[in-house]
């Protein structure tokens, strides 16, 4: 029941994130996305900083940077990049690929076996989710490609990583999170600055927005994902992925007036299930049989003694 608890809880972050197509393309200033990476990420990680109120120390001030980088610092910019260059949804298709990856690095790094279960609900996972978003004649774009995979490899190196490095003594899932959204943050604003120019000026709209990704899509959201990598194991927690395109879908039909066809409702139906099964636990191994008490064994040896006609005096 706990463990169901932490899944429940660590899916909300897939689920947030499928809001921010939705929630950027009716509240936020259009093509500025790296102004809105920088405003996700940065005053949520210095938020929770405040609210935890403690920093990095020693090696935790690069572990952060490192960990900041991969999971937001340049996960954040290939995203978009990718979502800009491939039309059709090929960027939500190579993101659903990252649970491969994280499998794969999750077993190299974290000595988690890659079970057949899990391969085939990653796999699964991904066809679902193909179902969804490709649309027929959808074009390929090399760098948008490349910066598609670049971007699954990022997150699912950062949540491995997550994983590995765990966190320091005393200090809880709050504070690593704040520590990586700050750090993300950091990395972006000059990125954001140098590309998109001056920040574009805000309306009513734009600050509910902003203020949701902020809270719900970023900082609650990744709060709860680290939570859930601390718990669970990395390749459970990114088998929840799919669920954030799943939810893009959900939201673009009941919001926006999008439709949905059937073939769309049944990769739903299919990437659905494939997340469930991803999650189910793996087979209890047999307890191994316990060892004969000393009275058990000498009971044992004069049964065997007698059938052999031998009685040890």
């Known amino acids: 029941m706990k463990r169901l608890a932490t899944v429940a809880l660590t899916a909300l972050a897939p689920i947030s994130w499928g809001s921010t197509y939705a929630v950027a393309t009716e509240l936020l200033p259009p093509d500025r ?3 809105t990476g920088v405003m996700r990420a940065l005053p949520a990680g210095l938020m929770l900083i405040a609210v935890a109120r403690i920093l990095p120390k020693g090696a935790w001030w690069w572990k952060s940077a490192v960990l900041g980088a991969l999971n937001i610092g340049a996960f954040f910019p290939l995203l978009f990049l990718a979502a800009y260059r491939l039309p059709g949804g090929v960027a939500a298709v190579l993101g659903s690929l990252g649970p491969l990856v994280v499998i794969g690095l999750a077993a190299l790094l974290l000595g988690e076996k890659a079970s057949t279960k899990a391969l085939l609900a990653a796999i699964v996972g991904a066809f679902g989710v193909s179902m969804v978003v490709l649309k027929a004649g959808a074009a390929l774009d090399l760098v948008g490609v490349l910066a598609g995979i670049a971007s699954s490899v990022s997150m699912a ?4 990583m997550t994983k590995r490095w765990g966190r320091p003594e005393g200090v809880g899932p709050l504070a690593l999170t704040g520590w990586q959204l700050t750090a993300g943050g950091l990395l972006l604003l000059p990125v954001a600055a140098l590309v998109e120019g001056a920040p ?4 009513g709209k734009a600050f509910l927005g902003y203020g949701y990704m902020m809270l719900i899509n970023t ?9 859930g990598i601390g718990r669970l194991t990395a390749t459970s ?4 992925g799919p669920l954030s395109p799943l939810t893009a879908a959900v939201i673009g039909w009941a919001a926006l007036g999008q439709s949905l066809s059937p073939v769309q409702v049944t990769g739903m139906t299919i990437a659905f299930a494939a997340t469930i099964v991803g999650q189910l636990p793996g087979r209890t191994p047999r307890k191994p049989q316990e060892p004969f008490s000393i009275s058990e064994q000498n009971d044992r040896n004069i049964s065997m003694d007698l059938g052999n006609g031998q009685v040890r005096r």
């Not at 574009?200 to 309306?203: F, S, V």
Request: charged fraction near 10%.
């Open 33 to 35: 996305p790296l102004f």
């Open 157 to 160: 190196a950062g949540t491995v």
């Open 200 to 203: 574009p000026a805000l309306d």
């Open 219 to 227: 900082g609650i959201a990744y709060w709860l994902w680290f939570r």
């Open 237 to 240: 927690v990114t088998l929840l």
